[in-house]
Nanobody, 124 residues
Framework: QVQLVESGGGLVQAGGSLRLSCAAS????????MGWFRQAPGKEREFVACIKWNGGQTYYLDSVQGRFTISRDNAKNTVYLQMNSLKPEDTAVYYC?????????????????WGQGTQVTVSS
């Protein structure tokens, strides 16, 4: 059974930083592209960042480019999202997801497995 467990969310002031982690089990982690998504109240879940199985390719939502960095450690079955210069509009529940390709994983409906989410709140 695939499990993705996010951690690292919390409350931070605008301009601050957080590092999210997603620990995976029950799958051959190194075969999957991994992504981070977020969902704010009343809004649809949206793509934030994704990374190829070997870390060799990444994509970002335009509004987080240059502020967020996705990385992975295949030896630890973990994907990370370093979030710097946080803004109130980054407030959302953040989810990690696994998929078969770094191109297709940017589409929410192509995600194979989801984590339970972690809340990120940025105060102004």
């Amino acid at each position: 059974q695939v499990q993705l467990v996010e951690s690292g969310g919390g409350l931070v002031q605008a301009g601050g930083s957080l590092r999210l982690s997603c620990a995976a089990s029950g799958l051959t982690f190194s075969r999957y592209a991994m992504g981070w998504f977020r969902q704010a109240p009343g809004k649809e879940r949206e793509f934030v960042a994704c990374i190829k199985w070997n870390g060799g390719q990444t994509y970002y939502l335009d509004s987080v480019q240059g502020r967020f960095t996705i990385s992975r450690d295949n030896a630890k079955n973990t994907v990370y999202l370093q979030m710097n210069s946080l803004k109130p509009e980054d407030t959302a529940v953040y989810y990690c997801g696994s998929g078969l390709g770094v191109e297709s994983i940017r589409i929410v409906t192509n995600i194979v497995s989801w984590g339970q989410g972690t809340q990120v709140t940025v105060s102004s």
